[in-house]
């Protein structure tokens, strides 16, 4: 397992753009795979986004396509989501998590398939 810090989440307008980041320990980061989930108030822990171990396939929920772009270093350990356009409803606790098995070209989405989460980082989008 990896631990993971989210940082970059704050307040912002709508339209306005973030960009967070999550900090993996371990010389293993690589082989994992990496998604960004978000639970807003009141509601389940959703799916927003995933990078394969190697970064060569990504894939978006509906809500975020377009907006919202998947990315990661290998070299600093680190994953990052670019959040452009946002809306009130991206409005959410943002987080970040690795999967359970490594080196694989799967794009998991359910959180069942992640291992190791961060604490979370607050996004609000004010309108």
């Known amino acids: 397992q990896v631990q993971l810090v989210e940082s970059g989440g704050g307040l912002v307008q709508a339209g306005g753009s973030l960009r967070l980041s999550c900090a993996a320990s371990g010389r293993t980061f690589s082989s994992y795979t990496m998604g960004w989930f978000r639970q807003a108030q009141g509601k389940e822990r959703e799916f927003v986004a995933v990078?394969?171990?190697?970064?060569?396939?990504?894939y978006y929920a509906d809500s975020v396509k377009g907006r919202f772009t998947i990315s990661r270093d290998n070299a600093k350990n680190t994953v990052y989501l670019q959040m452009n356009r946002l809306k009130p409803e991206d409005t959410a606790v943002y987080y970040c998590?690795?999967?359970?098995?490594?080196?694989?070209?799967?794009?998991?989405?359910?959180?069942?398939?992640?291992?190791?989460w961060g604490q979370g980082t607050q996004v609000t989008v004010s309108s």
């Open positions: 998590a690795a999967s359970e098995v490594v080196r694989s070209t799967m794009l998991f989405t359910s959180p069942a398939d992640f291992a190791s």
């Open positions: 990078i394969t171990w190697i970064g060569g396939r990504t």
